[in-house]
């Protein structure tokens, strides 16, 4: 197999929603096999079903495992024995536990090395749920089965506009205060940091902290937490060399277009950096999974059951997750070769 070509994993998704069809729409383009291998993680006949429903001008070269996939074609590991229904537009057992047995599939098969990166079509969070899977999302799950030595996972949501990490995803409103601690903060801010270097090639990154309260606080009048918590989690950022600022009240950040000077936000809660993100710039927007040793992609939307089954949705996103998943993973492959063989101190202390 072509070195130069990224063995991309994709997870079926929901299959009541819209993952089949934004897959088999972005493979539609033949350019897409020339910079990777797609491996789809699936049901067969399902697969089959949405393409003769929606319509769709697809095919894809059936396989037991990644190790057969093949140069140019779509492949497909089957993971599911027993039938599926599909129902288009709502959430069931079935389609939830689809989800889950392609996801499990595609987990074990990168363990024992059978692909580069991981691209997640959409599950139903609530179908999803099972005895094994008790998480709020994939973010949770992923980082559960593969982060090393207790490394948290980080949600990154990017675009051409900007990059919005988030301190705490899939919290309640009510309990995003009392997760919003100094060691959170600091742990978020070197996890951003650390990917702002290696898996995007800034190499001197500026990120933007964003407040908790309305107006920052308002000098305490409107919580405390920016000054008790987040201004000393950043002082202690920029203490250690880090290139951070802030805390910004998101109203004004987002509504001037501040975060065009910064290379990343850092936002405390899941919809105050998500909402205005999704506004600005739904169509092109991808999440990323940063911190674990597996680059994983997802579209930045959710199983669209109003349009599933309708032949209407829009693949873009979901190709921009296939192209920020193949470029990161170059990044990183890059950055390691570039740090394999650091000069010694004693050259670098003669330099100075």
Do not use: W
């Amino acid at each position: 197999m072509n070195e130069d070509k990224v063995r991309v994993a994709i997870t079926q998704g929901d299959t009541n929603g819209i993952g089949y069809e934004i897959i088999f729409k972005t493979f539609q383009d033949p350019a897409m096999f020339e910079v990777c291998v797609p491996i789809i993680y699936g049901a067969p006949k399902v697969a089959a079903y949405h393409i003769k429903e929606i319509n769709l001008a697809a095919s894809f070269n059936l396989i037991h495992s990644a190790s057969e996939a093949v140069e140019g074609k779509l492949n497909l590991v089957s993971c599911i024995d027993e039938e599926v229904k599909v129902d288009f537009g709502h959430p069931t057992k079935e389609s939830g536990n689809a989800s889950f047995m392609a996801l499990e599939k595609a987990i074990t098969e990168y363990k024992d090395g059978l692909f580069d990166v991981l691209v997640t079509a959409p599950i139903c969070k609530s179908a999803i749920q099972n005895d094994i899977f008790r998480f709020p999302g994939h973010t949770e799950y992923l980082q559960k089965c593969l982060a090393d030595n207790g490394q948290e996972a980080l949600m990154i949501l990017m675009n051409d506009l900007m990059r919005v990490a988030l301190v705490t995803i899939h919290v309640p409103i009510r309990e995003v205060a009392y997760a919003v601690t100094f060691d959170n903060i600091k742990k978020k801010i070197q996890l951003l940091q650390h990917s702002l270097l290696v898996d995007f090639r800034v190499s001197a990154p500026r990120i933007a902290v964003l407040a908790l309260n309305p107006h920052a606080g308002d000098c305490g009048l409107i919580g405390k937490e920016e000054q008790e918590i987040i201004k000393p989690a950043i002082e202690d950022a920029v203490n250690s060399g880090i290139q951070c600022f802030g805390p910004y009240p998101a109203d004004g950040f987002f509504g001037d277009a501040s975060y065009r000077h910064f290379d990343a936000v850092l936002a405390m809660y899941h919809d105050q950096g998500l909402a205005p993100f999704k506004a600005l710039s739904m169509s092109d927007g991808v999440n990323y999974t940063a911190g674990l040793p597996l680059v994983r992609t997802s579209p930045d939307h959710g199983t669209a059951y109003d349009i599933a089954g309708k032949g209407i949705a829009d693949e873009s996103s979901f190709r921009h997750a296939i192209y920020s998943a193949i470029d990161i993973f170059r990044c990183r492959r890059d950055y390691k070769k570039a740090s394999a063989n650091p000069l010694r101190n004693e050259y670098q202390n003669r330099k100075d």
